[in-house]
């Protein structure tokens, strides 16, 4: 098992920044494909971003793609989503989420094994 937690959420003004963190504990964090989605209040959960594990490629919603980086540290067992332009649509609950590599899809939730508790972004007006 690899236990997820995020941590770096918070309130911030529209066009500000923050940096989430998801730290796994478990040997075999360096063969999971870690993603990142978010759910905000009414909608489904929807993918952000995923990374692999040499951290080589990485895939981005759309609607992220340009303000979002996805990054991660082996050496630390950690996954990071460095978040700038925010705006008030990226306010969601925004969890951490892994899966063994290989698999197709990443961008389902349904194809990722292991979940963090979420962490709240707001983005003020």
């Known amino acids: 098992q690899v236990p997820l937690v995020e941590s770096g959420g918070g309130l911030v003004q529209a066009g500000g920044s923050l940096r989430l963190s998801c730290a796994a504990s478990?040997?075999?964090?360096?063969?999971?494909?870690m993603g990142w989605f978010r759910q905000a209040p009414g909608k489904e959960r929807e993918f952000v971003a995923v990374?692999?594990?040499?951290?080589?490629?990485?895939t981005y919603a759309d609607s992220v793609k340009g303000r979002f980086t996805i990054s991660r540290d082996n050496a630390k067992s950690s996954v990071y989503l460095q978040m700038n332009s925010l705006k008030p649509e990226d306010t969601a609950v925004y969890y951490c989420?892994?899966?063994?590599?290989?698999?197709?899809?990443?961008?389902?939730?349904?194809?990722?094994?292991?979940w963090g508790q979420g962490t709240q972004v707001t983005v003020a007006p």
């Open positions: 990374i692999i594990p040499s951290g080589i490629s990485t």
């Open positions: 989420a892994a899966r063994m590599t290989g698999a197709t899809m990443p961008q389902q939730s349904q194809r990722y094994d292991l």
């Open positions: 478990g040997r075999f964090f360096s063969i999971y494909d």
